[in-house]
């Protein structure tokens, strides 16, 4: 009989406990389970996956979510509509600005409301400074795994920074931005704000283009990265997959110019595309998808017209939409973020869904990791660019 | 050539250990405590209650309508209502909160009491350093700690305060100029009826 | 005066030992250069540590550590006090001798590599004939150590990374050899005193550093390369990367124990950079000939200083390799480039003096490095891409 825990465990071994561990040559002998989180320094917050190896090689990969789940849409059925939207600034955390504007969007369909003009155009300014700034950080954040001690992502974050500081200016807040009404925007901005929304507009250009130098022509990053986690075109229109991971594998699909919500239709731009759908093309289309957001930018700044912000009949409290659905979706930084609105009459929807684009996204991180080496993982996990937030929710 | 994309991204790096120690831009460090940014006029983190008046109870913008109470999406400010009346800036009588309270480790700082606040009693506040080792309590403000000057007001958001001390006065001399023009009916109809009485009388 | 400031340490050792009867003398000589080596290198290796946090930090746009003394000179030693106070932390069934012997071995070893460097002129601990083979030998018996400390951790986790570490070093150790059979080759002689000599003549006052060749400056490349590889430094640093597994080898050590395979890893880190300063960088003789009233071992310092702040460079810039990929570039591309290098001092050699012979050496270097690099690039299918835009 033992009595303390450490005679218990030299009992154990004594039984047999004390061997070393196998690592099974190829095609034989036992796999090595390993699970990755949800305590790691690489996933995006606290996500695990269970892999199972041979060897190196990835045989199965088995997504496990729901550490970060807020309860957010039942939430949402016992509060009111106004009330939600600060909740939506807290999906995708990083961009807090684009989810409001898909709930404004989807209950602005459900209502029927119609948005001032200039509200439209401050919109598409904070969507697209929310685009880049996303992206930045994705791309830092997935150099940063590579092992390059964080060097790209002080540099995003740098310039993440000037915009988070532009937010504040106008929401009052860095992050969680809380901006976006149903009939136009919070309050107006100022000519002051403008100005300055130019001046960082102006100095984007010179950070692309240095980011650019430390990076693409890196022949440790093409190494790492081409060839890597290839995601075929047909699995990603059969799997739901939206956003530049769609895009990287050469499917021609931008919900900017698919849905023209919005006054997208007035602004020049190009959607690039990938050709291979590996790691490399999605980190290239999301650094040419920032430039284009510069172009938006420069258009939208020019053209913004004057006038309300709000709509005058638009109502704050006591707002109770006539029974009906709606859903209401925007090319997110991240892919296609979606609100789906029942109402039944009252002052809380009746069913409030969010489809979210990374756990869309995250489905097929099993098809892309088939075969490729432990360290490849990490990577192929962080070309899909998830926010636990909006998977969770 | 092999090796060219590396020694570019070298020469990147090079670049910007060199520039940290000429230019501001590339060493953006702002070293907290010694070193402050300065805020941001619009920023917002917890909400306070404006008094006008030294006396801050008396002065209390607040009328406990609770709509700010109703619309709080995490339902973290407790409102308890008075069973007297007290007179407002202008004059008219109403209630007022015996409690004020709000629980800010679970205020999310949105913004909506602010919004749909009637009487202009609650702004934010932009104090951040708030931490404090008493966590039975030591988060929940009362009445007393969220009950700030419109002085301070004007001091931490200058425009929106300048703003809303226009909407007050505006809605005080709204308010004064249908008062005058009641009491210039009630004394018309007085000395109308004063004057009719000694005709009356005389029958 | 200048030669006093040069042999100072010389002077100073043969002073103190001269208070000591004469059988004893020898070995107090010895001793006392064993005990400066002793304390001198980990101090270097405390201001190394220094250089890296505050270096990685400028390069990232911040300030690296500034709180502990002035500008974070103490950081170390708060590092190194923080080591010491934690709990040491041996897993149950892990092999108790072999995990307490593995950290202890990585410090001996790399600190037998600094008996043959010549630090200054005559200074020297040991002047061996063979002391380039004495030091590959003390520097292959770091590769036992991460081994030891793997296996006797009983840990999937550490096994893997161990394994790995071995893999690489071993390939590399192959490239370092070869890249210094070349020096070898044109001084004559495997003795390090003698090659710094070979090294330390003026032509319209440039050196005749051997990096100055092209058949130097290709080996020096290479050994680079190897360099980085052997002490598992960015790029090659996946035996402990971070983001993959853990800490790879050293997972299962906390407290001292894993302060000592840092200063390992450094210690080695300045011996190979040390040994590289020797065969290519002239060692301890000035760059140019009006400077040689500088003391030859503030020459070799500095020289290793420069190595440690381009591996710190290195770090702060590049992403890290795959293991195969890393496997790969080893086996196809830099020994056979290495091997190329051998025959091509060879010819350097046999053409003797005059311009024909730097024409001819690198031209072929050159030639060779971009094509083998196309076709590098080309069989592991990657490359520079344009990308379409929807129309």
């Known amino acids: ?393 | 050539m092999l090796g060219e994309g590396i020694l570019k991204g070298m020469a990147e790096t090079a670049r910007n250990f060199v520039g940290s120690f000429v230019s501001k831009e590339r060493l953006t460090t702002v070293e907290y405590p010694e070193e402050r940014i300065a805020a941001i006029e619009n920023a917002r983190v917890f909400p306070f209650l404006v008094y006008d008046t030294a006396d801050w109870e008396a002065g209390l913008r607040c009328v406990a309508c609770q709509i700010c109470e109703k619309e709080c999406p995490p339902k973290c400010i407790f409102i308890d209502k008075s069973k007297d009346k007290k007179p407002d800036a202008i004059g008219k009588q109403q209630f007022y909160p015996t409690r004020f309270d709000i629980d800010i480790s679970v205020c999310m700082s949105c913004q909506i009491c602010v919004e749909v606040c009637p009487f202009e009693a609650i702004k934010m506040d932009n104090e951040f350093e708030l931490a404090t080792d008493d966590r039975f309590g030591g988060l929940l403000l009362d009445r007393k700690q969220l009950a700030k000057p419109n002085e301070y007001y004007h001091q931490i958001h200058p425009t929106e305060a300048a703003a809303v001390d226009a909407r007050l006065a505006e809605e005080k001399a709204k308010a004064d100029a249908k008062a005058k023009g009641a009491a210039d009916a009630a004394a018309a109809k007085a000395a109308a009826v004063l004057a009719a009485k000694p005709e009356g009388a005389g029958d | 005066m200048i030669t006093t400031m040069d042999q100072i340490f010389v002077l100073l050792q043969h002073w103190i030992v001269g208070f000591l009867p004469a059988f004893v003398q020898p070995f107090a000589a010895v001793l006392l250069s064993v005990v400066v080596i002793i304390c001198l290198f980990p101090a270097l290796f405390a201001l190394a540590v220094w250089m890296e946090r505050k270096g990685l930090g400028r390069m990232q746009n911040r300030l690296g550590p500034n709180r502990v003394g002035p500008f974070g000179l103490l950081q170390p030693i708060a590092d190194g006090i923080k080591s010491l106070t934690k709990e040491d932390i041996v897993p149950l069934s892990a092999d108790t001798p072999v995990h307490f012997l593995a950290p202890l071995l990585l410090v001996v070893a790399a600190f037998m590599g600094f008996a043959v460097l010549p630090m200054g002129r005559n200074m020297v601990l040991v002047d061996m004939d063979a002391g380039l083979l004495f030091f590959f030998a003390m520097g292959a018996s770091t590769e036992v150590s991460v081994f030891m400390a793997g296996w006797s951790s009983r840990n999937k986790y550490s096994l893997l990374g161990a394994m790995r570490a071995v893999a690489q070093m071993i390939s590399y150790e192959v490239v370092l050899l070869l890249s210094s059979v070349a020096v070898v080759m044109i001084s004559g002689s495997m003795s390090l005193t003698k090659i710094v000599e070979a090294q330390n003549h003026y032509t319209w006052g440039m050196p005749h550093w051997y990096i100055f060749t092209p058949w130097g400056l290709a080996g020096f490349v290479m050994y680079a390369i190897a360099a980085t590889a052997e002490t598992n430094r960015s790029p090659f640093d996946l035996p402990e990367g971070e983001s993959e597994l853990v800490a790879g080898y050293h997972t299962e050590y906390s407290g001292f124990k894993f302060a000592l395979f840092f200063l390992g890893e450094y210690l080695a880190m300045f011996s190979i950079s040390g040994l590289g300063t020797t065969l290519f960088l002239g060692g301890w003789s000035a760059p140019f000939a009006f400077l040689e009233w500088v003391p030859s071992w503030i020459w070799f310092f500095s020289k290793l200083m420069m190595s440690i702040f381009v591996f710190i460079w290195m770090r702060g810039t590049l992403p890290r390799l795959r293991q195969d990929q890393l496997m790969n570039f080893a086996w196809k591309f830099v020994l056979p480039f290495t091997l190329l290098n051998l025959m091509v001092t060879a010819l350097w050699r046999f053409m003797g003096e005059g311009w024909e012979r730097w024409v001819v050496c690198s031209a072929i270097l050159a030639v060779v490095w971009v094509v083998m690099g196309r076709v590098e690039m080309r069989s592991e299918h990657f490359g520079p891409r344009s990308y379409r835009y929807a129309e």
């Not at chain 1, 309050?187 to 990076?215: C, H, M, Q, T, Y």
């Not at chain 1, 956003?243 to 594998?249: E, F």
């Not at chain 1, 258009?299 to 109770?320: H, N, S, T, W, Y």
Request: aromatic share 8%.
């Open chain 1, 1 to 393: 009989m033992t009595t303390t825990s450490t005679a218990f465990l030299r009992e154990k071994m004594e039984e047999g406990w004390n061997r070393p561990p196998v690592i099974a040559p190829e095609g034989e002998g036992e796999l090595l389970e390993i699970a990755m989180g949800p305590h790691h320094p690489s996933t995006h917050g606290v996500f695990r996956m269970d892999l199972a190896l041979d060897g190196e090689r990835v045989v199965r990969l088995k997504p496990v979510f729901g550490y970060l789940h807020r309860n957010h849409e039942k939430i949402a059925e016992q509060i009111s509509y106004l009330a939600s939207m600060p909740y939506t600034d807290r999906l995708d955390y990083i961009c807090s600005l684009t989810n409001n504007w898909a709930y404004a969007l989807a209950v602005e369909k459900l209502t029927g409301q119609e948005v001032p003009e200039r509200a439209e155009y401050i919109r598409v300014i904070l969507a697209e400074f929310t685009r880049i700034q996303n992206h930045a950080s994705a791309i830092g954040f997935l150099i940063q795994e590579m092992g390059a001690s964080g060097t790209p992502l002080m540099y995003a974050f740098k310039e993440r920074e000037k915009i988070l500081d532009l937010f504040e200016t106008l929401t009052g807040s860095r992050m969680m931005c809380n901006y976006m009404r149903f009939g136009g925007c919070r309050v107006d901005v100022s000519a002051a704000w403008l100005e300055e929304a130019r001046k960082v507009v102006a100095g984007l250009p010179r950070f692309i283009d240095e980011f650019e130098n430390l990076l693409s022509g890196n022949e440790i990053l093409m190494a790492r990265c081409q060839g890597v986690g290839i995601l075929r075109p047909e699995l990603a229109v059969n799997a739901g997959i939206t956003g530049p991971m769609l895009r990287g594998s050469g499917v021609n699909y931008d919900i900017r110019k698919v849905d023209h919500y919005g006054i997208y239709d007035r602004f020049k731009f190009r959607v690039p595309l990938g050709d291979h759908g590996d790691v490399y093309d999605r980190y290239m289309v999301r650094i040419l998808e920032m430039r284009e957001s510069i172009t938006i930018l420069n258009q939208a700044l020019k053209e913004i017209p004057g006038g309300p912000v709000m709509d005058p009949k638009a109502k704050i409290r006591g707002f109770r939409p006539k029974p009906g659905e709606a859903y209401g979706r925007i090319e997110a930084p991240k892919g296609e973020l979606g609100f789906y609105l029942i109402s039944d009459g009252g002052p809380n929807p009746y069913r409030y869904r969010v489809r979210p684009p990374s756990l869309v996204n995250l489905t097929v991180l099993e098809d892309m990791c088939l075969g490729s080496d432990v360290a490849d993982v990490v990577l192929i996990f962080g070309s899909v660019d998830i926010v636990l937030g909006e998977v969770d929710r």
